[in-house]
C-alpha cells in the first residue's frame, strides 16, 4: 500500500518512450460480479415552442432529493428554428421516484406548450399560458401504491 507500481519521466505523456511490466495478480477472477439493472419506467416529454426559445427552460426532478434528472437551461434550444417546433425528450427513470416536471419562462410571457407522459400515460400538460413558471403534479411512485 502506498508503494508507487509505474510512473514516467519527463515525457511521461509520451507512451512510446516508455516501457511497461506486468504487475498485481492478472489470474481469472475469483468471483464473477453480476450487474443487475433496477427496473425504469420511461418518461416523454414533448415541448412545443413559441417563436422565442431561448427564453424556456425546464427540469424533471426526483421530488424526494430534489435531483434533475433531465433538463434544459435557456438559449439550449438556440439551434431549432423558432416558432411552432415540437421537441420531444425521453429518459428512462427508476420506477421507485416520485417525479415532478417544471417549466420556466425566462421573460415571464409563456407561450411554450408541454406534454408529459410516464409509461404512456399522458400526466400533465400545458397549452403555455404558464407565464413565469408551472409545476406539474407529482407523478410517478409516490406512496399512493406499491412500486411496478
Known amino acids: 500500500l502506498g508503494r508507487t507500481v509505474a510512473g514516467g519521466g519527463e515525457d511521461s505523456w509520451n507512451f512510446a518512450s516508455e516501457s511497461s511490466a506486468t504487475f498485481g495478480f492478472c489470474?481469472?477472477?475469483?468471483?464473477?460480479?453480476?450487474?443487475?439493472?433496477?427496473?425504469?419506467?420511461?418518461?416523454d416529454i414533448s415541448i412545443l415552442h413559441n417563436a422565442w426559445t431561448q427564453e424556456v427552460a425546464w427540469k424533471l426532478r426526483d421530488v424526494a432529493t430534489g435531483t434533475a434528472l433531465m433538463f434544459r437551461n435557456y438559449f439550449d434550444y438556440n439551434n431549432i428554428d423558432h416558432g411552432n417546433q415540437r421537441v420531444e425528450h425521453s429518459i428512462c427513470v427508476d420506477t421507485t421516484l416520485c417525479l415532478e416536471f417544471e417549466i420556466m419562462d425566462g421573460s415571464g410571457d409563456g407561450g411554450t406548450g408541454y406534454v408529459v407522459a410516464y409509461e404512456g400515460t399522458q400526466v400533465a400538460e400545458?397549452?403555455?399560458?404558464?407565464?413565469?413558471?408551472?409545476?406539474t403534479d407529482t407523478f410517478g411512485y409516490c406512496g399512493e401504491t406499491s412500486p411496478p
Open 126 to 135: 400545458g397549452d403555455g399560458s404558464h407565464k413565469e413558471s408551472e409545476k
Open 27 to 43: 489470474g481469472q477472477p475469483t468471483i464473477s460480479p453480476t450487474v443487475t439493472s433496477a427496473p425504469c419506467a420511461t418518461v
